[in-house]
Each structure stands twice: as C-alpha cells, then as structure tokens.
C-alpha cells in the first residue's frame, strides 16, 4: 500500500517561511514526477511546484522565487521551502506523485495523492 504523507503546515505572519516535506512509503520501485499543489477555499486545485526525478523543475507564476522545490530519490521525499510567504498564499497544501510500485500481484503506475496539510499566512 504506497501513502505520501506531509507535515510541515501551520500558521505564519506574511513574509514568514514555512517548510513542507511529503514522505512516499511502501512497495514503491520508482516515482517519476512529484509535485506540490495547493487549493484555496472555493478554488480549484493548482499546481504550485513540480521536479522530475532527474531535478528539473518547474514554478507557478505566482511562487516562483519565493518558493523551491527539492527531492530525496533515496528517501523518497519531497520538500517545499515556502519563503515570503502572503496572505494569498493561505491554502491546504498537497503532496502528489507519479509512482511504480508492485504489491506482488503485479506492477502499477499510478498517482498518488497526500491528505494536505493546511498553511495559513496572517497579513
């Protein structure tokens, strides 16, 4: 059974920083893309920041120099160093990730999604 999970949410004054992190466990062979998305209050859900398993990654137009994305391909990790942070930015925050994994049955790619974790950015 492959979960992501994240911590790392919580409440912050604007320009503050917060770091999230999202951890995959389970019979995992391989992620590929891992993504952070966010969804405010009566809005859809965006894509914040994205890395593919070779580094590269991509910004929402909104976070980018504000916000950085990094991975562990050892850990199985994904972290999100929110820094500047605005009042705009108040959001439950989730982990994504394309994942290969086997649960001796056979081999699946699917996504994968966390729980959420909730930031709020005070103005």
């Known amino acids: 059974q492959v979960q992501l999970v994240e911590s790392g949410g919580g409440l912050v004054q604007a320009g503050g920083s917060l770091r999230l992190s999202c951890a995959a466990s389970?019979?995992?062979?391989?992620?590929?893309?891992m993504d952070w998305y966010r969804q405010a209050p009566g809005k859809q859900r965006d894509v914040v920041a994205r890395?593919?398993?070779?580094?590269?990654?991509t910004y929402a137009d909104s976070v980018k120099g504000r916000f950085t994305i990094s991975r562990d391909n050892v850990k199985n990790t994904v972290t999100l160093q929110m820094n500047g942070l605005k009042p705009e930015d108040t959001a439950v925050y989730y982990c994504?990730?394309?994942?290969?994994?086997?649960?001796?049955?056979?081999?699946?790619?699917?996504?994968?999604w966390g729980r959420g974790t909730q930031v709020t950015v005070s103005s």
């Open positions: 994504f990730a394309l994942i290969t994994s086997s649960d001796g049955r056979g081999i699946w790619r699917e996504d994968y």
């Open positions: 389970g019979s995992i062979l391989r992620i590929d893309t």
């Open positions: 890395i593919t398993r070779s580094g590269v990654t």
